[in-house]
């Protein structure tokens, strides 16, 4: 029990030689270190050599680099760049590589497929492409006729003249109105006069 | 951090590679030293601390302008050098090839105290290899980069109470250590004379004599 209540002690001195090291011994623990010193003198022993093996760190050089490190990151940080646009490149080039061919073998197969066991669906799609065309065709023929004998009349001719003047005349008055809502005044140009 | 850094950083995350090689040259010193000593090796170190950069660099936009640029620098770099130590295989270099003895900054030595402090360093390094690394870095941190306990704490994500225990457990493995490998029971000259405890010397001034490193 003893023993073990030295070795408590010293491992409280050696806390406190520790903390004193770093000068962060708070008042009552300085009191506490400095009676422990006084009592123990092993502790002192220790103690000396804590001091002696800190300034011995303490002194210890500092070390620098090889000259050239800085252009030695400069290019490998290059380099790493480098490399990682091509990683980036060759996903992309798969990807898309990897897109192309399989729209290509989509597009095959599906024409392969249409063209050799779906015959006569082909043969219905062209017939009914076939026939919107023609219908179509036909519808604005007649169109493209009514349209040509109304204009032959002439209220037909006034009244159009008229919607497109009209039209023009609203279009005009429309981008005047737009324009002077957001005029700059010319004595500050800061300020928006708002319409 | 000052307004100059600040510029530099906000310009590195638009994208100014200049910008961060700026930085880089300004943090050159303090990332390698770090990651030399957490490494013991030069050549590893100096490739550890191309690599905090580079993902530094990455990593950027993460970066919370509310902390310091070194402290997250060094987070980067410790933990880079933690995973380096766990995959590592031993590889011994002979103290002669070490490259690092021709960048020691400080006062330009004569042949005598060049022997010396490289005694001393690798004394020192011998020391520190042989701890563990989350005991190691906070060391390192303290002595070298002058870190104060809130910024260890940040670099190591700990609570500041489990850094005055790393750093406690850290000073007694280091004790510990040199006391193993000194023959003499005698503890090492201090060089300024100290005595009592905080802020003042012991006036006990021994002498020690170290047997000269073996090449």
Redesign the interface.
């Known amino acids: 029990m003893n023993m073990d209540k030295t070795n408590q002690e010293s491992e409280r001195g050696a806390w406190l030689m520790s903390l004193a090291l770093d000068e962060m011994l708070e008042p009552s623990e300085a009191e506490l270190f400095d009676a422990l010193l006084a009592e123990d003198p092993k502790l002192g022993e220790e103690w000396a050599l804590w001091q002696a093996l800190d300034a011995k760190l303490s002194k210890a050089p500092r070390l620098a680099p090889s000259t050239g490190f800085v252009a030695e990151f400069e290019r490998r940080q290059t380099q790493r760049e480098r490399r990682r646009r091509l990683w980036f490149g060759l996903i992309v080039g798969v990807m898309a590589a990897t897109l192309w061919f399989g729209l290509l073998a989509g597009l095959a197969g599906a024409g392969a497929y249409v063209m050799f066991r779906q015959t006569e669906t082909l043969v219905a799609l062209v017939h009914g492409v076939a026939y919107w065309y023609s219908a179509l065709q036909s519808q604005l023929d007649i169109w493209a006729s009514a349209v040509s004998t109304l204009l032959g009349t002439t209220q037909v001719r006034g009244a159009l003249l008229a919607y497109v003047a009209i039209a023009v005349l609203t279009l005009t008055c429309w981008v005047r109105f737009l324009r002077n809502s957001v005029q700059i005044e010319p004595d500050n140009p800061a300020y928006v006069r708002s319409a | 951090m000052n307004d100059q850094e600040e510029i530099w950083i906000q310009q590195a995350r638009g994208g100014d590679?200049r910008a961060f090689?700026r930085l880089?040259?300004a943090y050159?010193?303090p990332v390698?030293?770090l990651t030399?000593?957490m490494l013991g090796n030069a050549q590893e170190?100096?490739d550890a601390?191309?690599e905090a950069?580079?993902r530094a660099?990455s990593n950027l936009r993460q970066y919370n302008p509310s902390h310091k640029f070194s402290t997250w620098l060094f987070s980067i770099a410790n933990h880079h050098c933690i995973d380096r130590l766990r995959k590592r295989r031993v590889t011994w270099l002979s103290i002669e090839d070490n490259?690092?003895l021709?960048?020691?900054?400080?006062d330009s030595p004569q042949p005598e105290g060049s022997a010396l402090?490289r005694e001393?360093?690798d004394?020192?390094q011998r020391l520190l290899d042989d701890l563990e690394p989350e005991y190691r870095t906070p060391?390192i941190l303290?002595?070298?980069e002058e870190c104060s306990?809130e910024e260890i704490a940040q670099i190591m994500d700990l609570s500041i109470p489990a850094v005055?225990s790393r750093?406690?457990r850290a000073?007694?493995q280091?004790?510990k250590l040199?006391?193993e490998s000194q023959p003499a029971t005698i503890?090492?000259?201090?060089?300024?004379g100290?005595q009592?405890?905080?802020?003042e010397r012991?006036t006990?001034l021994?002498q020690f004599t170290a047997p000269l490193a073996s090449a």
């Open positions: 590679k090689s880089v040259e050159q010193g390698f030293s030399y000593r170190a100096e601390a191309q950069f580079l660099y490259p690092v021709q960048n020691l900054t400080g402090r001393q360093r004394e020192v060391l303290r002595y070298w306990y005055k750093l406690f000073r007694q280091v004790a040199y006391r503890p090492p000259h201090s060089g300024d100290k009592g405890r905080t802020g012991a006990r021994v």
